[in-house]
C-alpha cells in the first residue's frame, strides 16, 4: 500500500503526493513505471515507453551496488514521464509526484 502525504519536496518546491519507496528486488526502472501507473491510474501497457524519456539499462545501472558490492555515492536523478515528476535517488528511493500540482504557499 502507498502512502499518501502533502509534504513539500525540498528538491522541486513541489507537493509530494506519494512517500519515497525503495524495493531493491525489482530494477529501479520498473519501479518507475509501475509506481508511475499506479498514481496516473492507468495499466503500466497504457504508458509511453520509459525508453523514450530515459534509457531504462542506465537508471537500473546508475546506482547498483560497485563490483566490490559497495554502496554508490550520494545523488538522485530527477526526470518527467508521462505527467508525473520522478525522483530516484542512490538508495534506490522511487517518488513520484504529480508534474501539474502547484506549490504550496
Do not use: W
Not at 519507496?21 to 529501479?28: I, M, T
Request: charged share 30%.
Amino acid at each position: 500500500m502507498i502512502k499518501h502525504n502533502s509534504t513539500l519536496s525540498p528538491t522541486t518546491g513541489r507537493t509530494r503526493s506519494h512517500e519515497p519507496v525503495s524495493n531493491r528486488s525489482k530494477p529501479l526502472a520498473k519501479q518507475v513505471i509501475m509506481r508511475v501507473a499506479d498514481e496516473v491510474n492507468r495499466s503500466y501497457q497504457e504508458l509511453i515507453p520509459l525508453y523514450e524519456v530515459i534509457d531504462p539499462d542506465a537508471l537500473d545501472n546508475l546506482f547498483a551496488p560497485t563490483h566490490e558490492g559497495d554502496a554508490r555515492s550520494d545523488g538522485l536523478v530527477e526526470f518527467e514521464y508521462a505527467g508525473c515528476e520522478i525522483i530516484v535517488d542512490s538508495a534506490g528511493e522511487v517518488t513520484v509526484n504529480r508534474a501539474n500540482t502547484q506549490k504550496e504557499r
